[in-house]
């Protein structure tokens, strides 16, 4: 990488970071905010699938990468994550936490998608496993922030509203981030030259975009890879309770979140940066296959064990398996075409599969009280990863050598 490459991949990493934060502060937070503003589980599991939304409406601002370019979109997103999160700290209900969550997450998961498809533009193919790796790994470190600082923001007396204020830091990024990020030069060459304009210009519409990643060639990848972000995204907002269940089942506090973040931390940067190995070592399949049966073997031992150590053990487990993201970014980028590939990438990543984020709160939420606990709940929706083992090994093409410049 060239030294302005570096120094993009460095703030790129500064912006996931921050993504991490903002998907796992909403979880922690969960049990106080439940306590607040006198919301049970059901309750909360519904305002975390109405928050979910925003990524699916985030599918609506990816798509403009196509139209007007990487560049504005992710900096755009930026800018409102920023500003929502911030808003977040200042709510008096539920209800305005909702709706601020709720934009927060459109201009978060936007940013992460658009960051995703940058990275993977301006890098060779032999080294864009390992990068991703080192993103996700970045954003691993933003998912162990709010339970590191949880207790510290409880013992300051500003409680659980300071983890907002610290998640808008984003905004700080804005101005390296207008110096150094030039236009993806795979976006201007797919459309023609150096303003972008003289090519021929991708399908713009809703239903254009449909159609062109529904043509016989690329039917079937974009059925599965939209699939397995679904079971994905389902499977991983079901975690987001693990803060509810270990406060309200297991008799965990703050210090408990504290003591065991770092290890988390740790766990998850493992996970990703081993993902990014397993991916250009042994392709994409494979790693994605090893990875969904370590996420149903750890959400098993973390949410049905008793004991305080078992059940960190299990929730460092998980941490490991996070790594599925990385492997799911780097295969729908490599698997369609650059004119269509934001495009494909937000209508299976987001309009798609990120009903998941949806969906799963609500079914733990819905399933908590006949199952007697949310913790039964979760291990039985967990089931959901070994679904998707058909779609990867017999529907989706291995992508390990794709040169992105070509396509």
Known sequence: MSTNQRLLFALLCGVVLFEGFDTNVAGIVLPYVGR???A?????????????????LAFFTIRLGDRFGRR??????????????FASAFVRSIDQFIVLQLCARVCLVTQLSTAYILLNEFLAADVRGRASGVMGAAASLGAALPAMLLQPAVDSG?????????????????????????????????????????????????????????TPQLRRRFIAISALWFLITFWSATLFFFTYYAFEERGWTPRHLQVIALPALMSAVLGYSAA??????????????????????????????????????????????????????????????????????GLAH???????????????????????????????????????IPLVLWVLPETRYVDLAQR
């Open 36 to 38: 607040e503003f006198g």
């Open 40 to 56: 049970g589980s059901r309750a909360l599991g519904s305002a975390l699938s109405i928050i979910g939304l925003g990524a699916v």
């Open 72 to 85: 504005p979109v992710i900096l755009g997103a930026v800018l409102g994550f920023g500003l929502f999160t």
């Open 158 to 214: 500003h409680g659980w509203r300071a983890l907002f204020v610290i998640g808008a830091l984003p905004l700080l990024l804005l101005p390296g981030l207008w110096r150094v990020l030039h236009e993806s030069e795979t976006w201007l060459a797919a459309r023609g030259g150096a303003d972008g304009m003289s090519g021929a210009a991708p399908p713009h519409t809703l239903l254009a975009q449909l159609r062109a990643v529904l």
């Open 276 to 345: 990014g190995w397993l991916m250009d070592r042994i392709g994409r399949r494979p790693a994605t296959v090893l990875m969904l049966c370590l996420a149903t073997t750890a959400t098993v031992l973390c949410f049905r064990a008793t004991g305080t150590w078992a059940v960190g053990t299990g929730w460092l487990l998980l941490q490991l398996a996070l790594g599925i993201w990385a492997i799911g970014h780097v295969m729908t980028t490599e698997l369609f075409p650059t004119e269509v590939r934001a495009a494909a990438y």
């Open 350 to 388: 987001n309009l798609i599969g990120r009903w998941g984020f949806v969906a799963g709160p609500a079914a733990v939420g819905w399933l908590a009280g006949p199952l007697s606990g949310a913790s039964y709940a979760i291990v039985a929706l967990s089931v959901v990863n070994l679904l998707a």
